[in-house]
């Protein structure tokens, strides 16, 4: 089955620094890859996405960029602000399969 | 989106007593899915409830223990057997629109 893993676990940025989290996947046939955001006590919320046959799109200070050949595929956040503190889950989907990342905490200090 | 009502949003329960959570969709859906997410951890996959068939289990979960109901395209019932404090977690429903994956709010359980 598809193996998703994530980089890093935790992640400290000074207000308006970029942020990056990378994560790879095993299963060259999943096809689409979605990034969620929960704030603490909250669930999950879809924050940007990218299929297969693309290799980045962007959605304001968020980009997503993915290289299938080395199966892996990177969240991008620019000017990061206080309230894009949060936990990231990277996943990787294939037939209404998808398969989460471990997590990254984002902590973005004002 | 996909509108998911959850409940109950939290319990603590005795150990060795069961729990029934409750997932309601504002539409109809062909599968639903159940998540435990342990503190600080990642969302891990229980199980995938289909209307009209038995629920497809993870590796490491078994229907005696997390038996799940589905009795119609918008609902579905997970329920945590003979609780043991190991089983404390947050525990979410999810469902799928197009490929977009849409989330209950959770019910965090405490086995005390």
Redesign the interface.
């Known amino acids: 089955g598809e193996n998703v893993e994530q980089h890093p676990s935790t992640l400290s940025v000074q207000e308006g620094d970029s942020a990056v989290i990378k994560c790879t996947y095993s299963d060259s046939a999943s096809n689409?890859f979605?990034w969620?955001k929960q704030e603490l006590g909250?669930?999950?919320?879809?924050i940007i996405?990218i299929r297969s046959n693309v290799g980045e799109k962007k959605d304001q200070r968020i980009a997503v960029t993915l290289n299938k050949t080395a199966k892996h595929f990177s969240l991008h956040i620019t000017e990061t602000q206080p309230e894009d503190s949060a936990v990231y889950?990277c996943?990787a989907?294939m037939m209404?399969d998808?398969?989460?990342?471990?997590?990254t905490r984002l902590t973005v200090k004002p | 989106s996909a509108v998911i009502s959850q409940k109950p949003s939290r319990d603590i329960c005795q150990r060795g007593t069961s729990l029934t959570i409750q997932c309601q969709v504002d539409s109809q859906v062909t599968m639903m899915f159940w998540y435990r997410q342990q503190p600080g951890q990642s969302l891990t996959l229980i199980a995938t409830a289909n209307q009209g068939s038995e629920a497809t289990y993870e590796s490491g979960f078994v229907i005696d223990k997390f038996p799940i109901s589905r009795p119609n395209l918008t609902f579905s019932t997970l329920t945590v057997s003979n609780m043991s404090p190991e089983d404390s977690s947050i525990y979410l429903c999810s469902v799928d629109r197009g490929t977009e994956a849409f989330f209950g709010q959770g019910t965090r359980l405490t086995v005390v």
Do not use: T, V, W
């Open positions: 689409y979605p969620y909250k669930r999950p919320q879809l996405d889950f996943a989907s209404n998808m398969r989460f990342g471990a997590g």
